[in-house]
């Protein structure tokens, strides 16, 4: 039924619920699944850091985010302005890379027989929509409620816009 699925992770609960379904989807239909993390651009990493935190992904054997903040050089990103802005990114595409390798484990351990991990960089409706489109999707699954912010209560959410946009199928978790 399904050949290429789409599974977009935040980290969120709701992301990763996402993940899961997908994973056991792909397994299900022997579908490629395509792993999408789309960076937190203009947070720094003291915000990273603190969302691991309460989110309680703290334990470093695990293989955190924190511990991929932990394993940055000067993770803490300095004030905006003074020329290394590039700390604060270079922690975001840490932490988009370690999520998405965690995924890829978590699927493959579903049975998920083809993962591929993709970072990207914009405005994650968009990326999400512009990845299915590139690869082909024919179903995106992503969670109702991710890391926004209120301004994406008040403009819509992404499963929303990504709901009402795609050329595919979509299911949203929650």
């Not at 968009?126 to 109702?144: N, P, Y």
């Amino acid at each position: 039924m399904f050949k290429t699925i789409l599974a977009a992770t935040d980290g969120s609960d709701h992301a990763d619920k996402a993940v899961g379904l997908a994973s056991d989807l792909a397994a299900k239909y022997d579908a490629k699944l395509i792993l999408l993390h789309v960076l937190l651009s203009g947070d720094r990493a003291d915000q990273l850091r603190h969302w691991a935190e309460i989110e309680n992904i703290v334990p470093a054997r695990s293989g955190s985010i924190a511990t991929a903040l932990a394993e940055i050089p000067m993770a803490k990103a300095p004030a905006p302005g003074d020329g290394t802005e590039f700390l604060a990114q270079r922690a975001s595409e840490q932490v988009g890379e370690h999520l998405t390798k965690a995924c890829a484990r978590l699927a493959r351990e579903k049975g998920a027989k083809t993962v591929e991990t993709v970072v990207a960089e914009g405005d994650p409706a968009k990326c999400i929509l512009e990845t299915a489109k590139k690869e082909g999707a024919d179903l995106i699954v992503l969670g109702s409620r991710g890391l926004g912010d209120l301004k994406g209560l008040l403009l819509g959410s992404v499963s929303h816009k990504v709901s009402h946009l795609a050329d595919c199928t979509c299911i949203t978790v929650r």
